[in-house]
């Protein structure tokens, strides 16, 4: 098939991989490249990186709506375009400009968690479940016709970051395999179901604030859903921590929500329900120390500061 990818991040570059080994991809779109975290230099997205280094021609824009991107994709004459985590909507006006469509690699059993963010939503809200789903983009949010659909074993109590890299690299074949099956003739897109839906926006920083008064489970869950990025945190004596790993303690420890002492050579903070270990944190301006250091030096409250 003559295919074009469009995709972003880390996560899109397996999927790339997979179809440049058995297709023909004449083409990548992505966004413009950005600044890091620090510093004013802009760098190419991940899939850039990989695009240039197999020789593909790639097309940096953060939009889909100019005609000079309708005129690039009508002379590649393209069979379908793959898409992995592009960051954009792809407009009515696109849908047509590949033969079979868009086909989207979504990190989700869909129709639940349709989004831009389905794995971290999908560890918040403690699924027990995840898998990928293959399917044609329309002008919904996520909400296309369905070409397949894979559950993806995951270890417990893994990072967003953890269960994205797995997702991407188990999703890739299903991705290609859809894409073959679609194109043979051996595969008719299905209606997704009306019920379990729901929604996985964005997550931000200001929702990665840990209120302690919540239980320990709930706020583990939160700790890796929002691993590495945008991270959770707290406050003490006006210092803001961020919190990058945690555990559920599992005797229970005597301090109030929010109160954190040493317990057994281990960071310890109360909960509405329970007590976390703090494995590793970051106070602003620091680097990242472990749980039990920071506490051992901390000479301020013993008290993380309630949200205002």
């Known amino acids: 098939m003559r295919l ?16 440049v080994a058995h297709h023909d991809v004449v083409g990548v779109i992505t966004m413009p490249d950005a600044r890091g975290r620090r510093g004013k230099t802009r760098h190419p997205s991940p899939l850039a990186v990989a695009a240039t280094d197999v020789g593909l021609e790639v097309v940096k824009t953060a939009t889909l709506k100019t005609p000079e991107i309708h005129d690039w994709l009508r002379t590649k004459e393209a069979d379908a375009v793959a898409v992995i985590a592009y960051g954009a909507l792809v407009p009515e006006s696109a849908l ?8 989207n690699l979504h990190f989700s059993l869909l129709p639940a968690y349709r989004g831009a963010a389905p794995v971290q939503r999908s560890i918040e ?3 027990e479940h995840m898998g990928v789903s293959v399917f044609v983009i329309d002008r919904g949010l996520d909400t296309g016709p369905l070409l397949a659909r894979r559950e993806v ?35 008719t897109p299905v209606p997704q179901e009306d019920h379990g839906v729901s929604l996985a ?71 509405g329900e329970g007590a976390l270990v703090l494995e590793r944190l970051q106070p602003a ?13 901390w000479r301020g409250t013993q008290r993380f500061e309630e949200e205002r």
């Open 285 to 297: 301006g620091r680097k990242v120390i472990e749980g039990h250091a920071w506490v051992r030096g």
């Open 201 to 271: 926006p964005q997550l931000t920083s200001a929702e990665g604030r840990l209120d302690f008064s919540q239980s320990a489970d709930v706020l583990d869950r939160k700790i890796r859903a929002f691993s590495p990025n945008p991270g959770t945190w707290t406050v003490v004596d006006g210092v803001r921590v961020k919190i990058h790993a945690a555990r559920p303690s599992p005797p229970a420890v005597d301090l109030e929500p929010g109160q954190f002492a040493l317990r057994d050579n281990a960071a310890v903070v109360g909960t």
């Open 153 to 187: 074993d995951l270890p417990p109590r893994v990072t967003a970051g953890e269960a994205l890299a797995t997702l991407a690299d188990r999703g890739a074949p299903v991705l290609r395999q859809a894409l073959e099956d679609l194109a043979a003739g051996a595969l």
């Open 96 to 103: 047509n400009l590949a033969r079979y469509g868009w086909i």
């Open 4 to 19: 074009i990818v469009a995709g972003t991040p880390e996560v899109a570059v397996p999927a790339l991989r997979e179809l």
């Open 125 to 127: 809200a403690g699924e």
